[in-house]
């Protein structure tokens, strides 16, 4: 629940469809500003989630604040874990609009996150975030995340 003005405001969580992609788009356009990340072509962003809502290559949430609107969105792609000999789920994006934070709505969206990987017997949901952004680092922790000792590896290919 959110509070607004000291009166609790619900949010309501759902699965995005190809109806929703202008917001969701919107709000990944957001994320990506977040990070810094230069976007040469404005529409790419819709494409990208339309594609991957298409193929059910990712599961999008979308947060709705009443009287807000719709401020929150959470991506997650499902693969598997070696070491386990399971399934995991890795929240790759989580983002809240300016106009849903302090609202519940980043809250709202992970705890949906982890009900759902619940539900499909994953052994467990991995992220990522800055090192800076210590905001998200502490709703991670709040929620039972806890920072692994790996070094991550990333090489890009052009």
Do not use: C, H
Not at 34 to 53: N, T
Request: charged share 25%; hydrophobic share 45%.
């Amino acid at each position: 629940m959110a509070a607004q003005g000291g009166v609790p405001v619900p949010v309501r969580v759902r699965v995005a469809v190809e109806a929703d992609l202008e917001v969701a788009a919107e709000l990944f356009r957001g994320y990506l500003e977040f990070y810094e990340v230069a976007v040469e072509d404005p529409g790419r962003p819709r494409e990208f989630l339309a594609e991957r809502i298409a193929k059910d290559e990712s599961l999008v949430l979308l947060a709705e604040v009443e009287g807000v609107g719709t401020v929150g969105f959470a991506q997650v792609y499902r693969t598997f874990s070696s070491l386990a000999m399971r399934p995991v789920w890795v929240l790759g994006d989580l983002f809240t609009a300016p106009s849903g934070r302090r609202t519940g709505a980043g809250r709202a969206l992970l705890r949906e996150v982890l009900e759902r990987a619940r539900e499909a017997g994953v052994a467990g949901v991995q992220l990522e975030t800055g090192f800076d952004n210590e905001v998200a680092q502490g709703l991670y922790e709040s929620e039972g995340f806890v920072r692994e000792g790996y070094y991550i590896y990333f090489r890009e290919l052009g």
